[in-house]
Each structure stands twice: as structure tokens, then as C-alpha cells.
């Protein structure tokens, strides 16, 4: 017998805190068990000043959707700068971070920053041809994406992107993590 797939919550029951019994603080230490590969998502905002300004953010929620079509996703705070930008800029690029690489993980993770321009001041990075954005010298691999769905989900939103170009590069080393709160590296 078939079963119907159970219709989608409305928004507004997605605001609801915590499941009986969860609080923030177990959440947290629970999934900071969970290790990731750290990247820099980054985009071009055209519209800021008369040459627009290069965006970029340290995440860690970003994982391969889809191989046929290439697909990724990567989960956005809800209000943050990249998450508003990405609302109005289609196209937006990831840098898959390597072990060398965790100064430009801190620096982008920082909070109340005063402007991105000065972030990518001496960094090393070349301009996507599809997207504008900049690709950090160095990283593992390098993507384009142009988003295809957002979905919101809690505090955050989920920007699902099609691939448009990628780099494995020549960059050695192993991939930069992130692990019960701390960077570190496979070795």
C-alpha cells in the first residue's frame, strides 16, 4: 500500500525552538562531534560602491548534492551579509580550504567585521570567470555556482547551487577541519 509523503510544515511552524528535551547547549556539543571540511564561500556584490565589493564567509555546512546535474549545498545564518546577497546575486563560488590555509578560515569567520575589502587585502585569489567572486589561491578546489532553490530551515537557509566550473588545482596538503570547536588537520 502507498503511503502519502507528509505535506511540508507551514513556515511559520519551522520557528518553533527546540524539540521537548533539547536545549542549544546539547545540540551544540553533539554535533561538534560531527567533523567538517571548512570552506570559503565568497560572491561579488556589485551593487556596493562604484566597483561593488567582494563578500566571503568561513562554512562549514557544505556538502556535495548531486552528481548528475553537479550539484552542492551550503546553510546560511538567516540575515547574515552572504545570506541577503545570495537573495539578489545568482552566482557565488566556494574555496574547499587545505591545512595551510586556517588564518583565511579565522579571518572570515569573524563576527561585527567592518568590511570585507580589507579581509581579501593580501590574500592570494584569482576572479571567477562565471561568477565574479574570488577563488583562494591555495584551496584544495575551487567551484562556481549558480543558486538554484533556497529553503529556509530554522535560523538558517539552505542555498542549493548548480556547479558551473571546477578546479581540483595542483595544491597539496590535506583538507582543513573543524572539530569540537578547534581547526585542525587530518595528520
Not at 75 to 102: C, F, H
Not at 106 to 120: H, P, Q, T, W, Y
Request: net charge negative.
Amino acid at each position: 500500500m502507498l503511503q502519502k509523503t507528509p505535506a511540508s510544515p507551514p513556515v511559520s511552524d519551522l520557528a518553533i525552538p527546540h524539540a521537548e528535551g533539547v536545549s542549544n547547549d546539547e545540540f551544540r556539543a553533539a554535533m561538534s562531534r560531527l567533523a567538517a571540511g571548512v570552506v570559503l564561500v565568497t560572491a561579488h556584490d556589485p551593487d556596493d560602491g562604484p566597483r561593488g565589493e567582494d563578500v566571503g564567509m568561513t562554512a562549514t555546512a557544505f556538502v556535495s548534492v548531486s552528481l548528475d546535474p553537479p550539484l552542492v549545498l551550503v546553510s546560511l545564518r538567516n540575515g547574515s551579509r552572504m545570506d541577503d546577497l545570495l537573495t539578489d546575486v545568482p552566482v557565488w563560488a566556494v574555496s574547499i580550504l587545505g591545512e595551510k590555509q586556517r588564518h583565511i578560515a579565522g579571518r572570515f569567520a569573524m563576527k561585527n567585521r567592518v568590511s570585507d575589502r580589507l579581509l581579501f587585502a593580501d590574500l592570494p585569489y584569482a576572479r571567477g570567470e562565471e561568477s565574479g567572486a574570488p577563488l583562494m589561491g591555495g584551496a584544495l578546489a575551487t567551484l562556481e555556482c549558480r543558486t538554484e532553490s533556497r529553503v529556509v530551515a530554522g535560523d538558517h537557509t539552505l542555498v542549493v547551487g548548480r556547479v558551473l566550473t571546477v578546479d581540483a588545482g595542483a595544491a597539496g596538503g590535506g583538507p582543513l577541519t573543524y572539530y569540537q570547536g578547534k581547526y585542525r588537520n587530518l595528520s
